[in-house]
């Protein structure tokens, strides 16, 4: 039976379900997954429909088993070399063949190059709405999706929604919700789907692929930052960082210089952390670094420039060098452990 | 020559971002009165298809969608050294999100036939980053995004890049036609030159056509946009103490406080 069929002349088909893209690479499971699917749980609850996680990948149904364990009612398991190591062409491919079979209302993937890179060649032929990089995610009475996202640099917030297409599409920032839980009781179902995609079809190849361990400042309970007054030097700002047993983060500034690896960006292009503690050290303030760090509980300044717009966003701030404050602090608090938190 | 690769760079008009205030009444943006200006990461696009150019042979268009004034980043690009510019403009392509301009966009591309595309990592006023992979789904091209350095390969029509993603690097040959997204601050943009610019200013006239000229006039426009803005409000700003420590003592004790809660 054909989709036109099954749905009737005429009537708009019904679109129904919550999915969540997990997203995996090598084996290692990006964290903003499992923060979808606790989101995507809260979502399907509040429109009592079902939560289905979309894996995908090679050798791959452990992360579709362990979906389920993170609040999945169903996970949708795709797996076959041809999706290893990613690819738009070959994600996009599989990812709009489901869509458009199982016609979902809201669809989330994390805003990681990988998600960012495929989720519109899914969106497009789909003819799906999509909001980027969002931060807020919430659903109306009607069940419409009410994605929100900083806009212009973030000094203002949009919320954009999607009246008349279906799915609802949506890339998330990492780091803006908790990560589900695992509970290995609970009930669910792996389904293996039929792989649509064939290496014959693809448009690319991977030459090369060097990836390290990825960085995780999201899920960290302190955080040290550095930006452009570490002057390529983050010797004072990883010191400090295991003095505190926390994560090193930085600024775009510190980042495009080539300092520090772009994972460990904090802000609008990078990732949006909630730690305990902030540190920033050396960083000026600019809105869109700022708009990573909002929702830290306290926030630490350091900057030799009295007037830089941080302290206008820090609780505690001293003026002064950071390669002169950092190494002095870190030897007061290494003399002083603070107690483990919780 | 007539491998010669045809290179499209979509750039887009902004407002200058330094001049952009938000009403404090509606909470709404004034754009109108802010001076439109080249998108900074197009800069890098330019510069990456001026590159291109050089060691594959062949053209550079520019190509924008937007009201007639948005010609003046078409200006730009040729004075940094495109060869050529289009203009997409009609009232039809009003509204449009990322959907729409990016079938505009494909459109176009498709048109001058392009060997390559590449575009600005994303816009600094949306920042979306969704009409490159957008143009290359239209299209059923390959794509490139996050791209940090490109290696022609015109004898086996292929383009490399080298990739920034999370963690790490890879390199990825792709077929052409292929769509770049050319990673923000990855190149050094040169300078325009001054007979570039003059010639820019005052003879160079772009091409214009319209969504009628590109057989896409029902396809794109408000209309025809998925999402939908349905509010626009500031940020919340977090509430923070402000307290200015004068010496590191006092702070370690702050630190240790935080962060022996719970």
Redesign the interface.
Same mark, same amino acid.
């Given at each position: 039976m054909t989709d036109e069929e099954a749905s009737g002349e005429g009537e708009e088909p019904v679109h129904e379900g919550v999915w969540v893209f997990v997203e995996e690479?090598a084996g290692d499971v990006?964290g903003v997954s499992w923060e979808l699917l606790a989101k995507g749980r809260e979502l399907a609850d509040e429109t009592d429909e079902d939560l289905v996680a979309l894996v995908i990948g090679e050798g791959v149904a452990d992360v579709a088993d362990e979906a389920v364990e993170r609040g999945a009612d169903r996970a949708l398991l795709a797996d076959d070399p041809v999706f290893e190591?990613y690819?738009?062409?070959p994600y996009?491919d599989q990812f709009r063949a489901l869509v458009e079979e199982r016609r979902p209302s809201i669809v989330l993937i994390g805003g990681?190059?990988?998600g960012?890179?495929?989720?519109?060649?899914v969106?497009?032929?789909a003819?799906?709405?999509?909001?980027?990089?969002c931060t807020e995610l919430d659903v109306d009475d009607d069940g419409l999706l009410?994605a929100r996202r900083?806009?212009?640099?973030?000094?203002?917030?949009?919320?954009?929604?999607?009246?008349?297409?279906r799915p609802q599409m949506a890339t998330v920032r990492a780091g803006v919700f908790d990560a589900a839980d695992r509970d290995p009781d609970r009930d669910g179902d792996v389904e293996t789907v039929d792989v649509v995609v064939e290496e014959g079809d693809a448009?690319?190849?991977?030459?090369?692929? %060097?990836?390290?361990?990825?960085?995780d400042i999201t899920d960290a309970d302190?955080v040290v930052a550095g930006g452009g007054g570490v002057e390529g030097d983050f010797v004072a700002v990883e010191a400090l960082a295991a003095a505190?047993g926390g994560e090193v983060a930085a600024s775009r500034k510190a980042v495009?210089e080539g300092w520090i690896?772009?994972?460990r960006q904090v802000g609008?292009?990078g990732k949006t952390v909630r730690p305990?503690?902030y540190?920033a050290a050396g960083i000026s303030g600019a809105v869109q670094h700022v %708009?990573g760090m909002?929702?830290? %509980?306290?926030?630490?300044a350091v900057n030799t420039d009295?007037n830089a717009p941080i302290? %206008?966003?820090?609780?505690?701030?001293?003026?002064g060098d950071l390669h002169e404050?950092l190494p002095?602090?870190t030897e007061?608090?290494r003399g002083?452990p603070?107690?483990p938190?919780? | 020559m007539t491998d010669d690769w045809t290179i499209v760079v979509p750039v887009k008009q902004v407002p200058d971002?330094d001049d952009?205030t938000?009403d404090p009444e509606t909470?709404t943006?004034n754009r109108s009165d802010a001076p439109a200006v080249l998108n900074a990461p197009d800069y890098n696009a330019v510069e990456a298809a001026l590159s291109l150019r050089e060691r594959a042979g062949g053209e550079v268009v520019a190509v924008t969608m937007g009201p007639p004034f948005a010609r003046a980043v078409l200006e730009t690009a040729v004075a940094l050294g495109a060869d050529d510019a289009v203009l997409l403009t009609d009232r039809a392509f009003g509204g449009s999100?990322?959907?729409p301009t990016?079938l505009a966009l494909a459109a176009a591309a498709d048109e001058l036939e392009a060997d390559v595309v590449v575009c600005g990592e994303?816009s600094?006023?949306?920042?979306?980053?969704?009409v490159?992979?957008?143009i290359?789904?239209?299209n059923g091209?390959?794509?490139?995004?996050?791209a940090e350095e490109l290696e022609p390969r015109p004898d086996a029509d292929e383009l490399?890049a080298v990739?920034?993603?999370?963690?790490?690097?890879?390199?990825?040959?792709?077929?052409t036609p292929?769509v770049v997204a050319f990673e923000?601050?990855a190149n050094e943009p040169r300078a325009a030159g001054l007979h570039r610019k003059i010639y820019a200013e005052t003879e160079f006239e772009p091409e214009q056509w319209s969504a009628e000229d590109l057989g896409i006039t029902d396809d794109v426009g408000l209309a025809n946009s998925?999402?939908?803005?349905?509010?626009?409000?500031?940020?919340?700003?977090?509430e923070?103490?402000?307290?200015?420590?004068?010496?590191?003592?006092a702070?370690?004790d702050?630190?240790?406080e935080?962060?022996?809660?719970?």
């Amino acid at each position: 039976m054909t989709d036109e069929e099954a749905s009737g002349e005429g009537e708009e088909p019904v679109h129904e379900g919550v999915w969540v893209f997990v997203e995996e690479h090598a084996g290692d499971v990006a964290g903003v997954s499992w923060e979808l699917l606790a989101k995507g749980r809260e979502l399907a609850d509040e429109t009592d429909e079902d939560l289905v996680a979309l894996v995908i990948g090679e050798g791959v149904a452990d992360v579709a088993d362990e979906a389920v364990e993170r609040g999945a009612d169903r996970a949708l398991l795709a797996d076959d070399p041809v999706f290893e190591p990613y690819r738009a062409g070959p994600y996009g491919d599989q990812f709009r063949a489901l869509v458009e079979e199982r016609r979902p209302s809201i669809v989330l993937i994390g805003g990681t190059t990988t998600g960012r890179d495929f989720a519109g060649r899914v969106a497009v032929p789909a003819e799906a709405g999509l909001t980027a990089d969002c931060t807020e995610l919430d659903v109306d009475d009607d069940g419409l999706l009410l994605a929100r996202r900083p806009t212009f640099g973030g000094d203002a917030m949009a919320t954009i929604k999607c009246p008349d297409h279906r799915p609802q599409m949506a890339t998330v920032r990492a780091g803006v919700f908790d990560a589900a839980d695992r509970d290995p009781d609970r009930d669910g179902d792996v389904e293996t789907v039929d792989v649509v995609v064939e290496e014959g079809d693809a448009l690319s190849r991977v030459l090369e692929r %060097e990836v390290g361990d990825v960085a995780d400042i999201t899920d960290a309970d302190v955080v040290v930052a550095g930006g452009g007054g570490v002057e390529g030097d983050f010797v004072a700002v990883e010191a400090l960082a295991a003095a505190l047993g926390g994560e090193v983060a930085a600024s775009r500034k510190a980042v495009d210089e080539g300092w520090i690896e772009p994972a460990r960006q904090v802000g609008q292009t990078g990732k949006t952390v909630r730690p305990d503690l902030y540190v920033a050290a050396g960083i000026s303030g600019a809105v869109q670094h700022v %708009e990573g760090m909002n929702d830290a %509980e306290t926030v630490v300044a350091v900057n030799t420039d009295p007037n830089a717009p941080i302290f %206008e966003h820090a609780d505690y701030g001293i003026v002064g060098d950071l390669h002169e404050v950092l190494p002095e602090l870190t030897e007061r608090l290494r003399g002083a452990p603070p107690e483990p938190t919780a | 020559m007539t491998d010669d690769w045809t290179i499209v760079v979509p750039v887009k008009q902004v407002p200058d971002a330094d001049d952009v205030t938000i009403d404090p009444e509606t909470g709404t943006l004034n754009r109108s009165d802010a001076p439109a200006v080249l998108n900074a990461p197009d800069y890098n696009a330019v510069e990456a298809a001026l590159s291109l150019r050089e060691r594959a042979g062949g053209e550079v268009v520019a190509v924008t969608m937007g009201p007639p004034f948005a010609r003046a980043v078409l200006e730009t690009a040729v004075a940094l050294g495109a060869d050529d510019a289009v203009l997409l403009t009609d009232r039809a392509f009003g509204g449009s999100d990322t959907w729409p301009t990016s079938l505009a966009l494909a459109a176009a591309a498709d048109e001058l036939e392009a060997d390559v595309v590449v575009c600005g990592e994303e816009s600094t006023d949306s920042s979306t980053g969704q009409v490159p992979p957008g143009i290359a789904a239209h299209n059923g091209w390959a794509q490139l995004t996050y791209a940090e350095e490109l290696e022609p390969r015109p004898d086996a029509d292929e383009l490399v890049a080298v990739r920034n993603v999370e963690g790490g690097h890879e390199r990825v040959a792709a077929e052409t036609p292929v769509v770049v997204a050319f990673e923000y601050g990855a190149n050094e943009p040169r300078a325009a030159g001054l007979h570039r610019k003059i010639y820019a200013e005052t003879e160079f006239e772009p091409e214009q056509w319209s969504a009628e000229d590109l057989g896409i006039t029902d396809d794109v426009g408000l209309a025809n946009s998925p999402t939908q803005v349905g509010g626009m409000d500031t940020a919340d700003r977090a509430e923070r103490e402000q307290t200015v420590v004068e010496d590191v003592d006092a702070l370690a004790d702050r630190i240790a406080e935080v962060t022996a809660d719970d």
